[in-house]
Structures are given as structure tokens and as C-alpha cells.
């Protein structure tokens, strides 16, 4: 955490709102991932926070990427296409995975020349392309279980396990090859047996696609790895001590593993800063008015049902409170049951951490009001 003194000389100099992101913890949040999981190869879920200058320490630690969209792929494929220019031998996949299983026409024809690794998980998707892209290498997206976890992703993605081998055969008799499966257990995950679940069904259905002559290589295990938000979340080594096990048990050593972790990247590695604006008594609650909220840095207490946390500057007799936001939206409420201190005053500040995923990336400008300034700390190691 960064100390009291530090956040008040930022604050003089840069005001508020205030987004610190620190990239010696996203390097240590990365190496951490390396170390327990030494045969994934990690592949940063873009969309998770989308600044160029993740991606550019990321990239320079040796992270690959998974992306969602043209303009995600675009960002990448900047600070990789020199290597593809000096070496023959370069190879996107390597780099990039288009993990996301719906596409539209005009996406697939300019990914088309890159000859991408992408994923599907129905024959509709399949026939797109075949029409627009058929030099991609396909990745079939599996359902698998999600329970527990804090967003699922099974209700939108991926094909039934009883559909693959139809899928398989569809994409072969097309002309296409199928380089590998792919599931999602859903964003922070607290019950590890979705994972072993997850392998488990992935691995029968690897194994039934080589005796039919399918050369499944690539074995896509997602996301979803917990973030330390708080004392009870289990801990990740845990979860990759299931993960590698279960890898060496049921994937022969020819099968490449890799890995979309997002949040587990960068979700503590930013800290906000923001500042009292209002104060107002209501039903005999504190509401304290902020000059940030929902429809900005705190965009994922709506978008990915993340708890806000608040630290004040100012010690007092803490009571329940509220905190808001400074739009004229009453659904701007960031929180309606926080312990603060009930003395503090409109100039004093709170300070939230580990807001690092889904916080800008999908803030707006509701309102008229712009988004928290972005401080980099770190950004040399």
C-alpha cells in the first residue's frame, strides 16, 4: 500500500480524482502467476483494463494477450509486429488469442491476413469463418460449471460438451482446423472444483477428438483466478497447486497450456483516491458525495458486481453511511453500507484499493464529468 504521506504529496500535485496504477505490482502480480503455474503460458485478458502502458509492461515481462475485439487486437499487434517484420519464424499465436466466440463479418476480414488464433462455440460461428477467415486457427470454447464464481459466463459461452465432436467434425468437413479447447469457469472463482471439473470434461473430449485423427494442441483454461479482495477468498497458490496436478494427469507433455488471466493481473495493483464533495443527512444516514461513482472508476460495482472498499484520512466514531457519486442519477450509489467515520467533512478524502479491473475500462463520461486522472508509478523496474 502506498503510504499516507506519499498519497498526500500525489494528491497536492496531481488533485482529484486520483487512479494510481503500480507497475511494480502488476510485475509482481505477473511473476506470481509464472511461478505457480510454470507450464501456462499467460495471456492477459485485455479487457480487464485496457491502458497501452499495461500492455506495454506486461508485453516487455513476456505476457501474451487475449483480446475481444479489433481495436483490443490492434493495441497488441503494435508492440509485436517488428518481431513478426525481422523473424520468419514470428508466430502470432504465440502473442495473441481473438478469444471472444462471437465475431462479426467485418472483424474476421480484417483479422484475416494476421492468420489468427480465434474461438468459437456454434456452426453458425463456424460458417462466418470459413467465409471471412479461414486462415484463423480455432480454439472450441467449452461450457463448463460456473458456481460460485462472481460472474459466470456459461449462460452466453460455450458449446455443450456433447456438442463438440459434431463442432469438430463441422469445422474439419469445412476445411478448418481445430488447434485446441478452451473453457471458462467465470470471473473470480472461489470454488476450485470448477476448474477440476472444467479439465476433467475438457481432457474426454481432447482425448475422444485424437483417436478421430483431430490434432487438439492447445488446451485454453481462461480466467477467472481469485483475487485476494479480502480474508476469505482462497488462496490463489492453492487453486494452482489443483491446476498443475490436474495438468500433468491428464494433459501429455505435446499439449501446449495457456492461460486468460485479467483481473488476477491487475486488480491491486491501482489504488483511487477521491475526494468529499457533499454531505447530507437522509432517514438518519450519512450520505457522503464523492466526486466519482458508478458511472466512472467505480463502473464495476455495476458491470462486474464488485464490493467497493473505502479508507478515510480522518480517524472518528465510525457509523453505517453512504457513499454516492457526484452525477445527478440517483442509481449513481456506490455503496449504502460502508463503516466510515462519521466526523469527516467535505474536502477530506477516501482512498479505495485494488480497483485496478473493470474500473476504467468501462468508465464513461456520464454527465460531463470526466474520468479520475491516470497516474503511473513504476513504470521502470
Known amino acids: 500500500m502506498i503510504s499516507k504521506t506519499k498519497i498526500t504529496q500525489l494528491i497536492k500535485q496531481h488533485g482529484t480524482p486520483l487512479f494510481i496504477l503500480d507497475h511494480n505490482k502488476l510485475r509482481l502480480n505477473y511473476r506470481t502467476f509464472k511461478k505457480n503455474l510454470p507450464r501456462v503460458q499467460c495471456y492477459y485478458a485485455v479487457k480487464a483494463n485496457t491502458h497501452p502502458e499495461i500492455i506495454k509492461t506486461l508485453f516487455t515481462e513476456g505476457s501474451s494477450f487475449d483480446v475481444a475485439s479489433y481495436n483490443e487486437f490492434m493495441q497488441v499487434y503494435k508492440y509485436i509486429k517488428h518481431f513478426e517484420e525481422k523473424d520468419k519464424d514470428f508466430f502470432i499465436w504465440d502473442k495473441i488469442i481473438f478469444s471472444n466466440t462471437i465475431k462479426d463479418k467485418e472483424t474476421l476480414a480484417k483479422i484475416k491476413r494476421y492468420r489468427p488464433l480465434v474461438t468459437f462455440d456454434n456452426n453458425d460461428e463456424l460458417k462466418k469463418i470459413k467465409s471471412c477467415c479461414d486462415t484463423a486457427g480455432l480454439i472450441l470454447r467449452l461450457k463448463v460449471p460456473d458456481t460460485g464464481s462472481q460472474v459466470e459466463m456459461s449462460s452466453k459461452f460455450g458449446a455443450e460438451p456433447g456438442?463438440?465432436?459434431?463442432?469438430?467434425?463441422?469445422?474439419?468437413?469445412?476445411?478448418?482446423?481445430?488447434?485446441?479447447?478452451?473453457?471458462?469457469?467465470?470471473?473470480?472463482?472461489?470454488?476450485?472444483?470448477?476448474?477440476?471439473?472444467?479439465?476433467?470434461?475438457?481432457?474426454?473430449?481432447?482425448?475422444?477428438?485424437?483417436?478421430?485423427?483431430?490434432?487438439?494442441?492447445?488446451?485454453?483454461?481462461?480466467?477467472?483466478?481469485?483475487?485476494?479482495?479480502?480474508?476469505?477468498?482462497?488462496?490463489?497458490?492453492?487453486?494452482?497447486?489443483?491446476?498443475?496436478?490436474?495438468?500433468?494427469?491428464?494433459?501429455?507433455?505435446?499439449?501446449?497450456?495457456?492461460?486468460?488471466?485479467?483481473?488476477?493481473?491487475?486488480?491491486?495493483?491501482?489504488?483511487?483516491?477521491?475526494?468529499?464533495?457533499?454531505?447530507?443527512?437522509?432517514?438518519?444516514?450519512?450520505?457522503?458525495?464523492?466526486?466519482?461513482?458508478?458511472?466512472?472508476?467505480?463502473?464495476?460495482?455495476?458491470?462486474?458486481?464488485?464490493?467497493?472498499?473505502?479508507?478515510?484520512?480522518?480517524?472518528?466514531?465510525?457509523?453505517?453511511?453512504?457513499?454516492?457519486?457526484?452525477?445527478?442519477?440517483?442509481?449513481?450509489?456506490?455503496?449504502?453500507?460502508?463503516?466510515?467515520?462519521?466526523?469527516?467533512?467535505?474536502?477530506?478524502?477516501?482512498?479505495?484499493?485494488?480497483?485496478?479491473?473493470?474500473?476504467?475500462?468501462?468508465?464513461?463520461?456520464?454527465?460531463?464529468?470526466?474520468?479520475?486522472?491516470?497516474?503511473?508509478?513504476?513504470?521502470?523496474?
Open 163 to 381: 456438442d463438440a465432436a459434431q463442432l469438430l467434425r463441422k469445422a474439419h468437413d469445412a476445411g478448418l482446423v481445430v488447434e485446441g479447447l478452451s473453457f471458462h469457469v467465470g470471473s473470480q472463482c472461489t470454488n476450485f472444483d470448477n476448474y477440476t471439473a472444467a479439465l476433467s470434461i475438457t481432457s474426454e473430449i481432447m482425448n475422444h477428438a485424437r483417436k478421430k485423427g483431430y490434432n487438439i494442441k492447445i488446451i485454453d483454461i481462461g480466467g477467472g483466478f481469485p483475487v485476494p479482495y479480502d480474508s476469505q477468498v482462497p488462496e490463489f497458490e492453492k487453486l494452482a497447486g489443483i491446476i498443475n496436478s490436474e495438468c500433468q494427469r491428464l494433459f501429455p507433455a505435446d499439449v501446449e497450456i495457456i492461460a486468460e488471466p485479467g483481473r488476477f493481473i491487475v486488480a491491486t495493483a491501482a489504488t483511487l483516491i477521491t475526494e468529499i464533495i457533499g454531505k447530507a443527512r437522509r432517514d438518519g444516514k450519512i450520505f457522503y458525495y464523492i466526486n466519482d461513482g458508478v458511472y466512472h472508476t467505480f463502473s464495476g460495482v455495476v458491470f462486474d458486481h464488485w464490493i467497493p472498499n473505502f479508507t478515510a484520512f480522518r480517524n472518528g466514531k465510525e457509523e453505517v453511511c453512504a457513499v454516492v457519486g457526484q452525477t445527478c442519477d440517483s442509481f449513481d450509489k456506490v455503496s449504502l453500507s460502508v463503516q466510515l467515520p462519521a466526523n469527516l467533512r467535505i474536502g477530506d478524502y477516501l482512498l479505495t484499493e485494488n480497483i485496478g479491473a473493470y474500473s476504467i475500462a468501462s468508465s464513461t463520461h456520464f454527465n460531463g464529468f470526466d474520468g479520475a486522472k491516470i497516474l503511473h508509478i513504476n513504470l521502470k523496474s
